[in-house]
């Protein structure tokens, strides 16, 4: 009988229609996947082959979505499964000063070679909204900045910047504006001789990095290969078992395996990218009504089974509370809560 892998499996569902950052993370946390993005996005992985990386480079031992990183909080021993996925490292920033950041996938990479081994701190986003009010790229640096100033007391004490180690922040935007799909940018520090001639290495100074990657149409194929892999990866549109066996074929991407089991039956990853695209829908079409007038667009949109549901959400923004707003277009249970607590009704 045949057992699929776990990517495999991971591809085809999605456990109770789990949202589709969560699915996102677990397809992107596979060590076949991993090694794909780093050759592609990092200079220093550029070099060295698919299975080299996944050999030799993806070995240490990390926490995915479920570690604090900063000594003011304490970390919880819980781990995600897998067979070949990477663990990570610290995935949740926290201080008692500053607000909580949440990565979605920190793991570290070991580039081979000289005396010691190039050490790296890999973070990994997925971005559904490539236009969130601010520059992306700005988060991917603010990103950067507390991965670096996290290692104060981890990988240097004392005054040794010497030994501080590079980071990445990488962003994946699935579903970017159609003039900047299909595309790849790279952010990062470099020297600008303004007088003299400084003597200082590039490897003092180039500790960090942002790339973004806008995804496209999985049917229009890219000169770079990381594009075309992970257009069919996040593709909506593509059948899972069309999906499995083009990983297979074009990526090298083992799907299945000979074992005495079943092959487990979840739902589809489609279903959960497209109930995801739909809510999104939803939560920016309110958030548009609410400055062009949201209080008129709703009436007039909204048919008998949802005036309740928009006078409450007219309710929470008469309140100020935009982030209930967002909570009871997700929560079935959490909207009739609050129907009640408003005495909201049918008359």
């Known amino acids: 009988m045949v057992r699929q892998t776990d990517i495999a499996q991971t591809?085809?569902?999605?456990?109770?229609?789990?949202?589709y950052d969560e699915c996102a993370k677990k397809l992107l946390s596979y060590k076949s996947i991993i090694a794909w993005i780093l050759k592609f996005c990092t200079k220093e992985f550029s070099q060295y082959s698919i299975a080299f990386i996944m050999e030799h480079c993806l070995k240490g031992k990390a926490e995915i979505s479920q570690r604090a990183v900063n000594q003011d909080q304490p970390d919880r021993e819980e781990r995600l499964d897998g067979d070949e996925r990477i663990d990570g490292l610290n995935t949740q920033a926290n201080s008692i000063k500053e607000q909580t950041v949440y990565y979605d996938i920190r793991l570290e990479a070991c580039v081979p070679g000289g005396y010691e081994p190039l050490q790296l701190i890999i973070n990994l986003e997925i971005q559904l909204d490539d236009s969130p009010g601010y520059p992306l790229v700005a988060r991917g640096f603010y990103y950067c900045a507390r991965m670096i100033s996290e290692q104060y007391g981890t990988v240097f004490t004392k005054e040794h910047y010497e030994k501080l180690r590079k980071v990445y922040s990488i962003w994946i935007c699935p579903d970017p504006a159609k003039k900047r799909q299909n595309g790849i940018s790279r952010y990062h520090t470099v020297k600008e001789r303004i007088y003299?001639?400084?003597d200082l290495k590039q490897d003092s100074y180039d500790l960090m990095e942002?790339?973004?990657?806008?995804?496209?149409?999985?049917?229009?194929?890219?000169?770079?290969?990381?594009?075309?892999?992970?257009?069919?990866?996040?593709?909506s549109s593509v059948p899972p078992e069309e999906k499995k066996k083009r990983l297979d074929r074009d990526f090298k991407i083992a799907m299945t395996e000979e074992f005495e089991s079943e092959v487990r039956k979840m739902c589809n990853l489609s279903d959960a990218i497209e109930e995801l695209a739909i809510q999104r829908g939803m939560e920016k079409g309110m958030q548009q009504g609410m400055l062009q007038g949201m209080q008129q667009g709703m009436?007039?949109?909204?048919l008998q089974g949802e005036e309740l549901f928009a006078k409450l959400v007219q309710k929470l923004f008469d309140l100020g509370r935009t982030e209930d707003v967002k909570r009871v277009a997700e929560d079935k249970e959490y909207r009739r809560i609050l129907m009640e607590e408003f005495s909201i009704q049918k008359e």
């Open 299 to 302: 009436q007039q949109g909204m």
């Open 11 to 19: 591809i085809d569902t999605a456990l109770d229609k789990a949202k």
């Open 210 to 235: 942002v790339v973004i990657l806008n995804l496209g149409d999985t049917d229009e194929k890219c000169e770079k290969e990381i594009l075309n892999l992970l257009n069919l990866l996040f593709s």
């Open 196 to 198: 003299g001639n400084p």
